[in-house]
Every structure is written in structure tokens, then in C-alpha cells.
């Protein structure tokens, strides 16, 4: 059994030591030639899947910095407020008379001094949220954080003027914003 199917012919007297290497031979051949294709169409794939798989991970990548710097600017913008809204607000405000104002749908209310509801009514003093709390900042602090969030001014923007409405019976009576409520 340790004989080759060759060199059994080859002592029957079938195939003669020539054409027994020829055979040998190709079959070599075919079997090198085989095992080529297959390495290099196989590792051309592995390539590719390589290559796709690291594309995927560098837009990955990227997409996953683009968020990170978006968040540490947002992070950035929220702590300068904060500074311009302690550092600038002003302390002593509380007084009786009560200083009525929208958030949103909501109307809020502070009680706050007279000489401090007169600068209010004026423009020269605005209403600044920090997280839950209201503080008041003069106005030109509340435009530098403006600038960086409209959302955490709460004032009524005493240089614009509402939109007319024609066929509005009371256009033409003021309303005062000094107005009690």
C-alpha cells in the first residue's frame, strides 16, 4: 500500500518513466497554479474587506471627534454665560413691587425695588436665566450673551417696535411700559 497509484502502472508496465514525469509534472503545475488564483483572489478580498473596514472606521472616527468638539464648544459657550451672568448681575434687587414677565408661555414674576423696575421699563437693565433662577444684568451684558445664546435672555426688547396691524381698532393708543399689573 505504500506504492503510488504511479508507480504501480509503472510496474505493470502501463505508463513508462517518462510520461510518468510528464504527468508528475503537470499535475505540479496545475496544483501550483490552483493554489495561486485562490491565494490571490483570496487575499485581494481580504484586502478589500480590509481596506472598507478601515474606511468605515476612519469616517467613524471622525464623525465621532465632529460630535466631541461640538460638545466641548456648546460646554465652552454655557460656562461663559455663567461668568458673564454671576460676575455682572446685580445683588440687591429685591423690593414690593411686583416686576411681571414672559418666559416662554409662562408669566413670571420678581419683586423688585422701584428704582429697579424703572431700569428694567427703560432697557437699561435685563433679565438673565441661569438654569432655574433669574438674575438682572445690564443691558450691555445681556447683548454679549445674546450673542452667544438668545434663549437665556428673558427681556422685552424695548428698541424694536410690534408689528402694526392694519385693521387693529387700538393701533393707534400706546400701551405704557411702565403698566402695573
Known sequence: MGNSLLDQLKKSGLVDKSKAQKSKHSQ?????????????????????LANKNHAEKVARDRQLNQQQKEEDERNAIAAQIKQLIESNSVKEFDGDIAYHFTDG????????????????????????KLSDDYKLVPTPVADKIKQRDKHC?????HSETPPSNEEDPYSDYQIPDDLMW
Not at 28 to 48: F, P, R
Not at 153 to 157: R, Y
Open 105 to 128: 408661555n409662562i408669566v413670571k414674576r420678581i419683586y423688585v425695588s422701584e428704582k429697579i423696575r424703572h431700569h428694567l421699563t427703560a432697557g437699561r437693565l435685563a433679565i438673565a
Open 153 to 157: 435672555i428673558i427681556t422685552n426688547d
Open 28 to 48: 505540479y503545475k496545475s496544483q501550483k497554479k490552483k493554489s495561486k488564483k485562490g491565494a490571490v483572489t483570496q487575499l485581494d478580498e481580504v484586502a478589500l
